[in-house]
């Protein structure tokens, strides 16, 4: 693709066509005249926008509500717990609500 653009860019040349060279932010469109329709424009109807400051409006107007009453905690259940003597021996087995 890439030799193919650079051959009929030699081709353009050749046939005595001019590549003009312009400045960053220049325009290449005649001033004196209106602008060109611009290539991206599709035929579809322009689509409505949603303003800004109502979607903002009702973000903060649902920050604003009371947050639900929290969930009862689950009751515990009992727990095994293992006692140990000096020497890191078990003894026994026992149940807490810890």
Known sequence: MRNELRRKTEEFL??????????????GEPADQ??????????EPRQTRTYVN???????SRKKRKPAAPQPKPKKRPVKKIIYDDFGEPLREIWTDD
């Open 54 to 60: 109502d979607v903002v409006s009702a973000l903060d």
């Open 14 to 27: 050749s046939r005595g066509g001019e590549i003009k060279k312009f400045n960053a932010g220049e325009t």
């Open 34 to 43: 209106p602008r060109s329709k611009s290539v991206f424009v599709s035929g």
